[in-house]
């Protein structure tokens, strides 16, 4: 017999469906609307995960906001980076630790290698990357 096996995750305090059947109907729809899949499902397991997806408390923007101003003004040498900063969401922590991690790069290459990266081996990581 033929049949689609689909995940349908949705989250956040306002995407949280009530209810069992309000998540069934949601998730129906979705795929109703973008696969063009319109049959009754045979089979609809719904699990309610209602504290998946962290939320920041009341005041938490501020917080940071001001643990960031004290960092750039105390001139510490340090990186508040992951989730508990600047965005819960995996994307969210890796492009956090991107922008805080380039400009060391760049005092590194200047203070050990005169503002020139070293050179790579063969293979290295920018030929993983590349396809």
């Known amino acids: 017999s033929s049949g689609i096996n689909?995940?349908?995750?949705?989250?956040?305090?306002?995407?949280?469906?009530d209810t069992p059947h309000m998540a069934e109907r949601s998730a129906v729809d979705v795929v109703t609307r973008y696969l063009g899949i319109s049959d009754t499902p045979t089979e609809c397991r719904i699990r309610m995960l209602e504290k998946c997806i962290?939320?920041?408390?009341?005041?938490?923007?501020?917080?940071?906001?001001?643990?960031?101003?004290?960092i750039k003004e105390q001139q510490l040498r340090l990186s508040l980076v992951g989730a508990s900063y600047c965005g819960a969401g995996v994307p969210d922590c890796i492009a956090n630790a991107i922008d805080h991690t380039e400009p060391l790069h760049m005092i590194m290459n200047e203070r050990y290698f005169g503002g020139d990266p070293p050179e790579e081996e063969e293979g290295g990581m920018d030929a993983m990357f590349k396809a």
């Open 54 to 70: 962290p939320h920041y408390t009341l005041g938490h923007a501020d917080r940071v906001r001001h643990m960031f101003s004290l």
């Open 6 to 17: 689909a995940e349908y995750g949705v989250g956040g305090e306002w995407a949280c469906p």
